[in-house]
């Protein structure tokens, strides 16, 4: 995996017997916060990453989405910083993410004094320039917001004692691979680094490996394993008729749900569309102001808005308990976006349903994915919304079968010819 750097794996399992955040390593301090914002009992990505990561060490942390990831290196990194001098560095992928890895820091860095600085694109610089002034050492950022600042030189990367890349590999989808380099071609070379996300492609891996020392893989799940307790399922419709079989499923479902399409301008067609059924409806993608999508996911989360429509933009940056399903009414263009798409939901150990639409044309894209998740996704029909079959030349294989879904009653299952 690295040329240079050999990778230790630690795989110790999640002891029932020590299942909780004692023994970890964590000061005293921090474990009474901890009870005070009713966190017991450590998810297994927490249980291997914390120790490591309070030791100093390199660690690459592979886990689900919605297992406290986030948690994984933010305890950790107060710790040390009680330690050690310098800053904390967290490049994120979004702005929706980067807020919500501040927020995550704010429950715990309150009690040490120490400050916080969130840079994001999409809000002035000003602001942020305010806080950088102040003397934070956590700093939470977007890559091309980040080299914005340095440029200005507001941010002074020699500061920097601790760096963590967390959602590295969407961090690569979107195209930040040129803007990380740089900035960690600017970083002093005694740090410690982490690097956290769902899966992790061969190309963040070579990025990454010349900047990191002996670093420690900590990988919970395999890269691509879906999250437990979310059922799937897969409708096979015509593109004219995808409309009529969400207003369906809009009308079959009652809590929330949220729904991805692959384009910004499709997501507006979208939502227009399921205004017009009646249903409370927000949408978030690249072309929704900061101010915009901030409301929009606060409105999600307090109840407001039933639907969420989002492009996968918000596919890693949105952590919404209790999501009841998501919808993918346009197949992800890569397939690892399809784990962090359904991953929203059966978040902490809940149940969930992810349902996603394919046009006969899409086996291919069925097929990346099954291949992905190790699994065939279960094929459904709805008795009122006439149903297609693949293209036959590009059928994808049949596989180990899910469970059947149990609102399935009513519709026939088929198989793929």
């Given amino acids: ?31 009474d916060i901890l009870v005070g ?8 990505i927490q ?17 689900q989405t919605g297992t406290g990831k986030t948690h994984s290196f933010a305890i950790p990194i107060v710790q040390r910083l009680a330690q050690v001098k310098g800053v904390a560095l967290i490049l994120a992928p979004t702005r929706e993410l980067a807020i919500q890895i501040d927020e995550a820091f704010q429950l715990i860095v309150r009690a040490f004094g120490i400050k916080t600085a ?31 600042h340095m440029g200005q030189w507001n941010f002074l990367p020699d500061s920097v004692a601790i760096l963590v890349l967390d959602e590295a590999d969407r961090m690569l989808d979107m195209g930040f691979a040129p803007q990380i380099e740089k900035i960690l071609r600017f970083l002093p070379k005694d740090r410690q680094t982490m690097l956290f996300s769902a899966t992790m492609p061969a190309e963040i891996m070579k990025i990454v490996s010349k900047y990191m020392k002996l670093p420690v893989s900590v990988e919970i799940a395999p890269s691509g394993t879906t999250v437990e307790g979310v059922t799937q399922e897969l409708f096979v419709v015509r593109k004219e008729e995808k409309m009529r079989l969400l207003g369906k499923l809009l009308s079959q479902y009652h809590g929330s749900v949220l729904l991805f399409s692959r384009t910004k301008h499709n997501a507006r067609k979208i939502t227009v569309a399921i205004r017009a059924m009646r249903h ?21 989360k307090s109840g407001k808005y039933k639907v969420l429509v989002a492009t996968d933009i ?6 919404v308990r209790g999501i009841e399903l998501v919808i993918n009414f346009d197949l992800p263009e890569d397939a690892e976006n399809y784990v962090h798409r359904i991953g929203r939901t059966a978040r902490a150990g809940q149940k969930g349903r992810a349902v996603s639409f394919a046009t006969p044309d899409q086996s ?40 059947r879904p149990q609102h399935n009653r009513g519709r026939q299952m088929f198989r793929r010819r």
């Fill in 1 to 31: 995996m690295f040329k240079n750097n050999p990778v230790n794996h630690g795989n110790e399992k999640l002891d029932p017997a020590v299942a909780n955040f004692y023994g970890l390593g964590i000061a005293p301090k921090i474990l």
């Fill in 314 to 319: 918000a596919s890693r940056g949105i952590d």
């Fill in 37 to 44: 914002i009713g966190f017991v009992k450590p998810t297994p």
């Fill in 280 to 300: 409370s409806v927000a949408e978030i993608h690249s072309n929704r102001s900061l101010g915009q999508r901030r409301e929009a996911l606060e409105g999600f």
């Fill in 47 to 63: 249980f291997k990453a914390i120790p490591l990561a309070i030791q100093g060490k390199d660690v690459i942390g592979i886990a």
């Fill in 364 to 403: 291919r894209d069925v097929r990346d994915i099954e291949k992905l998740i190790k699994t065939s996704l279960p094929v459904s029909r709805h008795p009122e919304v006439p149903a297609a079959q693949f293209d036959q030349s590009l059928h994808a294989p049949q596989g180990r079968q899910q469970k």
């Fill in 118 to 148: 969130c840079l994001i694109g999409g809000a002035p610089m000003e602001p942020q320039t305010r806080a950088l002034r102040n003397g934070p050492r956590v700093i939470i950022a977007t890559p091309g917001r980040l080299i914005d």
